[in-house]
Protein backbone atom coordinates (compact mmCIF):
# COMPACT_ATOMS: atom_id res chain seq x y z
CA UNK A 1 0.00 0.00 0.00
CA UNK A 2 1.65 3.65 -0.93
CA UNK A 3 1.12 6.54 0.01
CA UNK A 4 1.82 9.46 -1.40
CA UNK A 5 1.73 13.40 -0.77
CA UNK A 6 2.75 16.11 -3.66
CA UNK A 7 2.93 19.43 -3.72
CA UNK A 8 0.05 20.96 -5.22
CA UNK A 9 1.31 22.22 -8.52
CA UNK A 10 4.65 20.95 -8.01
CA UNK A 11 6.98 18.41 -8.89
CA UNK A 12 8.31 17.56 -5.63
CA UNK A 13 6.82 14.45 -3.83
CA UNK A 14 7.64 12.90 -0.73
CA UNK A 15 6.60 10.01 -1.74
CA UNK A 16 9.47 8.46 -0.51
CA UNK A 17 8.87 9.30 3.54
CA UNK A 18 7.77 6.82 5.82
CA UNK A 19 3.91 6.21 6.89
CA UNK A 20 4.73 7.70 10.32
CA UNK A 21 5.86 10.77 7.89
CA UNK A 22 2.72 11.08 5.93
CA UNK A 23 1.00 10.12 9.43
CA UNK A 24 2.30 12.98 11.23
CA UNK A 25 1.27 15.22 8.33
CA UNK A 26 -1.89 14.20 8.49
CA UNK A 27 -2.40 14.30 12.43
CA UNK A 28 -0.89 17.65 12.93
CA UNK A 29 -1.44 19.47 9.78
CA UNK A 30 2.37 19.75 8.80
CA UNK A 31 5.28 18.11 8.29
CA UNK A 32 9.20 19.38 8.84
CA UNK A 33 11.95 17.59 6.78
CA UNK A 34 15.16 18.74 5.23
CA UNK A 35 15.94 19.50 1.53
CA UNK A 36 18.89 20.28 -0.21
CA UNK A 37 20.30 21.05 3.53
CA UNK A 38 17.27 23.44 4.55
CA UNK A 39 14.77 23.35 6.86
CA UNK A 40 10.98 22.35 4.90
CA UNK A 41 7.96 22.44 6.45
CA UNK A 42 4.72 21.56 4.18
CA UNK A 43 1.36 21.84 5.80
CA UNK A 44 -1.91 19.84 4.79
CA UNK A 45 -3.14 22.43 2.38
CA UNK A 46 -0.13 22.40 0.54
CA UNK A 47 -0.23 19.08 -0.47
CA UNK A 48 -2.75 16.37 -2.08
CA UNK A 49 -2.64 12.61 -0.12
CA UNK A 50 -4.03 9.89 -1.97
CA UNK A 51 -3.90 6.51 -1.72
CA UNK A 52 -3.23 3.88 -4.74
CA UNK A 53 -4.29 0.01 -4.17
CA UNK A 54 -1.77 -2.58 -5.03
CA UNK A 55 -3.08 -5.39 -7.93
CA UNK A 56 -4.64 -7.95 -6.22
CA UNK A 57 -5.53 -6.02 -2.52
CA UNK A 58 -8.78 -4.37 -1.66
CA UNK A 59 -8.18 -1.50 0.49
CA UNK A 60 -10.87 0.51 2.41
CA UNK A 61 -10.34 3.75 4.42
CA UNK A 62 -12.49 5.56 7.49
CA UNK A 63 -10.92 8.15 9.18
CA UNK A 64 -7.49 7.20 10.40
CA UNK A 65 -8.51 3.84 10.24
CA UNK A 66 -7.29 1.38 6.36
CA UNK A 67 -7.62 -2.30 6.15
CA UNK A 68 -6.20 -3.80 3.13
CA UNK A 69 -7.38 -7.45 2.01
CA UNK A 70 -5.34 -9.79 -0.22
CA UNK A 71 -8.63 -10.38 -2.67
CA UNK A 72 -6.27 -12.76 -5.04
CA UNK A 73 -8.17 -16.20 -5.67
CA UNK A 74 -5.47 -19.11 -5.62
CA UNK A 75 -5.83 -22.18 -6.97
CA UNK A 76 -6.58 -23.89 -3.44
CA UNK A 77 -8.62 -21.58 -2.68
CA UNK A 78 -11.00 -21.68 -6.06
CA UNK A 79 -11.19 -25.93 -5.29
CA UNK A 80 -13.05 -25.34 -1.61
CA UNK A 81 -15.31 -22.46 -2.87
CA UNK A 82 -16.13 -25.31 -5.84
CA UNK A 83 -16.52 -27.62 -3.44
CA UNK A 84 -18.71 -25.31 -1.17
CA UNK A 85 -20.81 -24.59 -4.32
CA UNK A 86 -21.45 -28.27 -5.36
CA UNK A 87 -22.37 -28.88 -1.78
CA UNK A 88 -25.26 -25.99 -1.97
CA UNK A 89 -26.54 -26.95 -5.15
CA UNK A 90 -26.52 -30.83 -4.17
CA UNK A 91 -28.43 -29.65 -0.99
CA UNK A 92 -30.75 -28.10 -3.24
CA UNK A 93 -31.84 -30.78 -5.26
CA UNK A 94 -32.03 -33.08 -1.81
CA UNK A 95 -34.83 -29.96 -0.68
CA UNK A 96 -36.74 -30.27 -3.97
CA UNK A 97 -36.65 -33.99 -4.04
CA UNK A 98 -38.12 -34.31 -0.97
CA UNK A 99 -35.95 -36.12 0.71
CA UNK A 100 -35.67 -36.44 4.08
CA UNK A 101 -32.83 -34.88 6.54
CA UNK A 102 -31.50 -38.17 7.19
CA UNK A 103 -32.34 -39.85 3.43
CA UNK A 104 -28.93 -41.17 2.31
CA UNK A 105 -28.04 -40.35 -1.51
CA UNK A 106 -25.83 -41.91 -4.33
CA UNK A 107 -24.47 -39.00 -6.72
CA UNK A 108 -22.82 -38.93 -9.54
CA UNK A 109 -21.57 -35.81 -11.53
CA UNK A 110 -20.32 -35.39 -15.32
CA UNK A 111 -16.56 -34.84 -15.26
CA UNK A 112 -15.60 -31.59 -15.97
CA UNK A 113 -11.76 -29.66 -15.94
CA UNK A 114 -13.65 -27.08 -14.08
CA UNK A 115 -14.94 -29.08 -10.89
CA UNK A 116 -13.09 -32.16 -11.05
CA UNK A 117 -9.85 -31.06 -9.32
CA UNK A 118 -12.18 -30.12 -6.55
CA UNK A 119 -14.38 -33.39 -6.45
CA UNK A 120 -11.60 -35.18 -5.60
CA UNK A 121 -9.70 -33.38 -3.22
CA UNK A 122 -13.03 -32.90 -1.61
CA UNK A 123 -14.93 -35.86 -2.07
CA UNK A 124 -15.27 -36.67 1.61
CA UNK A 125 -16.11 -33.60 2.61
CA UNK A 126 -19.08 -33.01 -0.55
CA UNK A 127 -20.40 -36.61 0.78
CA UNK A 128 -20.20 -35.62 4.44
CA UNK A 129 -21.89 -32.57 3.90
CA UNK A 130 -24.64 -33.94 2.04
CA UNK A 131 -25.04 -37.61 3.14
CA UNK A 132 -23.88 -39.09 0.63
CA UNK A 133 -22.94 -42.83 0.31
CA UNK A 134 -21.24 -41.87 -2.46
CA UNK A 135 -19.77 -39.53 -5.19
CA UNK A 136 -18.34 -40.55 -8.55
CA UNK A 137 -17.01 -38.46 -11.55
CA UNK A 138 -18.93 -39.85 -14.50
CA UNK A 139 -18.49 -39.48 -18.29
CA UNK A 140 -22.41 -39.00 -18.74
CA UNK A 141 -25.50 -38.53 -16.67
CA UNK A 142 -28.53 -40.17 -17.51
CA UNK A 143 -32.13 -37.74 -16.31
CA UNK A 144 -29.32 -35.55 -14.16
CA UNK A 145 -30.21 -31.62 -13.27
CA UNK A 146 -27.94 -29.52 -14.72
CA UNK A 147 -25.92 -27.02 -12.90
CA UNK A 148 -24.99 -24.14 -14.46
CA UNK A 149 -21.70 -21.58 -12.87
CA UNK A 150 -20.64 -18.79 -14.62
CA UNK A 151 -18.70 -20.04 -17.78
CA UNK A 152 -19.70 -23.42 -17.84
CA UNK A 153 -22.15 -26.32 -17.01
CA UNK A 154 -22.49 -29.97 -15.78
CA UNK A 155 -25.30 -32.70 -14.81
CA UNK A 156 -25.68 -34.19 -11.65
CA UNK A 157 -28.10 -37.10 -10.64
CA UNK A 158 -29.12 -37.66 -6.75
CA UNK A 159 -30.83 -40.77 -6.07
CA UNK A 160 -32.13 -41.58 -2.47
CA UNK A 161 -30.67 -45.12 -1.23
Do not use: H
Not at 15 to 40: C, H, P
Request: negative net charge; charged residues 30%; aromatic residues 6%.
Amino acid sequence: YEICACLVGSEMCIRDRSQEAIAELEKNGKYTFVLDGAEAVIETTDVEIFSEDIPGWLVANEGKLTVALEVTVTEELRREGVARELVNRIQNIRKSSGFEITDKIKVALSKNPQTDDAVNEYNTYICNQVLANSLELVDEVKNGTELNFDDFSLYVSVVKE
